[in-house]
């Protein structure tokens, strides 16, 4: 059931694709009768190719191309079909005007798929799948009951990720290796009905095996845990924890065995039940912080007792008093100090300094660069002479692990500050390139653990040229997603300030970054003290609250530094 949903899911996925493709460029489809099985061959080698085989496709084979370039004209798609056997070939035309295919075909049938640097696809029930590309990435999702694979590294050491344990890899001669086996226990009757041949070659590409394309992180080497990803093992979040293991099997193994056996459910994974944030501050009154913002998630300022409404326990209640908050926030400076930013170092440092003499003073602060790992620059403080010698210590270089950083800052040291106000401030490119983490997994997690976070991030066009890589031309999305920066930096600064509360701050400008500062600021000052009057014998009532204020919207957060308990 699970990989028929899965399956179905991205079939849908990668028909959504094409259908929002179609309005750049004029599309092709055919639909041919066939036997209930068929032999597809696709040789495509500017495009993306996916191929799904569906139980639903009886007798038939449905042929939908499109392209965000030109036109597709006839002679762009040679389609040969001779009783069961199909062939489709499609004429390169460059990569802007490249043709992407989606082929559906009956179950149990073969497929063959030639590429280049395309992503390939091939999702379903076959009875063989056979792929060769140079550097494009081959995803796989097929029943894992019974499975035969063979994947071969031509040109490159292999990279791979795998819902299932694979044998280790074997060394050839030439410069080859080789990933083989077998799924499954075999059975004559059963393989004859279900087993699935999978043989992919590949001269450096990727491959997946039943691992969301979205989930692959960008490093997908076997290697050494860093000191963030043993961190994050050490917390217990369980999808954080699994993220890490598939893709260092091996590594996370060895780690995992020298850990004791977690005594109590981890921190970061307790939930706390909604409205269980008020504090006692004399008999039958209770207060809790709030803060209130714009559909753009802008703070709105002077609001008053009349602005508010609250329920607890389901009942309406008074606001007797509402004033703005003024507890200090736990803040962290999270550097990227990556080989990227390399040669700004100075404007970084000069950055961070910035950002310490505009913070409140009563703010504690603490600072922690990354690279491929991170580098705790210093705990949480009020000291800003020290935090500003501390950044000469900061050391420069290497990939660039954003995701695993900000999974160290809500394992490590915001796991202890749970239900203190508190913030994460990110300066970075936004492009990471080592995580263990990928996105998704690092999104899920921060918008479960109440920090706020404030990317502030500065596009490539403002680092010096020498630093840059040049950009590949590929049309593969999981090796696009990091040479493509700022598109992808951006949409996926946007979406850590919204699961977290926060706000997305795009810097064009150098100049820009003090007004971002002092804009991170206000905004944490934003928050409002309510106290409302109260009638529960709860230790901890359940409070909802809503304003007047059109298309305003509350984030609930506990008053800091008095007793929890009424």
């Given at each position: 059931m699970f990989f028929r949903q899965l399956s179905l899911k991205l079939a849908s996925a990668l028909l959504l694709t094409f259908c929002c493709c179609s309005v750049f460029g004029q599309g092709f489809k055919q639909e041919l009768d066939a036997p209930e099985?068929?032999?597809?061959?696709?040789?495509?080698?500017?495009?993306?190719?996916?191929?799904?085989?569906?139980?639903?496709?009886?007798?038939?084979?449905?042929?939908?191309?499109?392209?965000?370039?030109?036109?597709?004209?006839?002679?762009?798609?040679?389609?040969?079909?001779k009783g069961?056997?199909?062939?489709?070939?499609?004429?390169?035309?460059g990569e802007k005007d490249r043709i992407d295919v989606v082929v559906t075909i009956p179950s149990r049938s073969k497929v063959q798929v030639e590429g280049k640097a395309g992503a390939v696809d091939v999702v379903g029930k076959?009875?063989?799948?056979?792929?060769?590309?140079?550097?494009?990435?081959?995803?796989?999702?097929?029943?894992?009951?019974?499975?035969?694979?063979?994947?071969?590294w031509e040109a490159s050491r292999p990279r791979y990720m795998s819902d299932v344990e694979l044998p280790p890899v074997k060394e050839k001669a030439g410069g080859m290796f080789k990933l083989s086996g077998r799924l499954g226990e075999k059975d004559k009757q059963k393989d004859?009905?279900?087993?699935?041949a999978l043989n992919f070659r590949t001269q450096r590409g990727v491959v997946l095996l039943n691992i969301d394309p979205e989930m692959?992180?960008?490093?997908?080497?076997?290697?050494?845990?860093?000191?963030?990803?043993?961190?994050?093992v050490r917390s217990g979040d369980t999808q954080l924890v699994e993220a890490i293991r598939k893709v260092s099997p091996k590594m996370f193994g060895d780690y995992a065995q020298t850990l004791p056996p977690p005594e109590k459910e981890p921190e970061l994974v307790?939930?706390?039940?909604?409205?269980?944030?008020?504090?006692?501050?004399?008999?039958?009154?209770?207060r809790f912080n709030a803060s209130v913002t714009d559909r753009n998630g802008r703070a709105i300022s002077g609001m008053r007792e009349t602005d508010f409404t609250v329920w607890e326990n389901g009942i309406e209640r008074r606001v007797t008093n509402v004033a703005p908050a003024n507890e200090p926030f736990n803040l962290v400076l999270l550097l990227d100090v990556s080989g990227s930013v390399e040669e700004r170092m100075d404007f970084i440092r000069k950055?961070?300094?910035?950002?310490?003499?505009?913070?409140?003073?009563?703010?504690?602060?603490?600072?922690?660069?990354?690279?491929?790992?991170?580098?705790?620059?210093?705990?949480?403080?009020?000291?800003?002479?020290?935090?500003?010698?501390?950044?000469?210590?900061?050391?420069?270089?290497?990939?660039?692990?954003?995701?695993?950083?900000?999974?160290y800052v809500l394992s490590e040291p915001l796991r202890r500050l749970r239900g203190e106000r508190t913030a994460i401030v990110v300066m970075s490119d936004g492009d990471d390139n080592k995580s263990f983490i990928p996105f998704p997994a690092i999104?899920?997690?921060?918008?479960?653990?109440?920090?706020?976070?404030?990317?502030?991030?500065?596009?490539?066009?403002?680092?010096?040229?020498?630093?840059?890589?040049?950009?590949e031309i590929t049309i593969d999305p999981l090796r696009t997603r990091y040479l493509t920066l700022t598109t992808r930096a951006e949409d996926e600064g946007r979406k850590l300030a919204s699961a977290s509360g926060g706000i997305y701050y795009p810097i064009r400008r150098l100049e820009d970054l003090q007004k971002a500062y002092d804009d991170v600021v206000a905004q944490l000052r934003s928050a409002y003290t309510i106290t409302y009057a109260s009638n529960s014998v709860s230790a901890q009532p359940r409070v909802r609250v809503r304003t007047n204020r059109d298309g305003a919207s509350v984030r609930l957060s506990p008053v800091v530094g008095l007793n929890n308990t009424p």
């Open positions: 099985k068929v032999e597809l061959t696709v040789r495509n080698q500017e495009g993306r190719v996916s191929v799904v085989a569906s139980d639903e496709q009886q007798k038939k084979v449905t042929i939908d191309a499109r392209s965000s370039g030109a036109a597709i004209e006839p002679s762009d798609l040679k389609v040969q079909a069961g056997s199909i062939t489709i070939d499609v004429r390169p035309r076959f009875e063989s799948a056979t792929v060769r590309t140079d550097t494009g990435t081959i995803h796989a999702d097929v029943p894992l009951d019974a499975v035969k694979f063979d994947f071969v004859k009905e279900q087993l699935i692959a992180p960008a490093d997908l080497r076997e290697r050494p845990l860093t000191e963030a990803a043993r961190a994050i307790r939930r706390t039940p909604p409205g269980h944030l008020v504090s006692s501050i004399a008999p039958q009154l209770l950055a961070a300094r910035d950002f310490l003499r505009t913070a409140s003073p009563q703010d504690r602060i603490s600072i922690i660069s990354f690279r491929d790992d991170i580098q705790v620059i210093s705990n949480f403080t009020t000291d800003r002479q020290m935090l500003s010698r501390k950044l000469d210590e900061i050391d420069a270089g290497g990939g660039t692990a954003l995701y695993d950083a900000l999974g999104l899920e997690a921060l918008s479960e653990s109440g920090a706020l976070v404030y990317p502030l991030y500065v596009p490539s066009g403002l680092v010096p040229e020498s630093s840059v890589p040049k950009p």
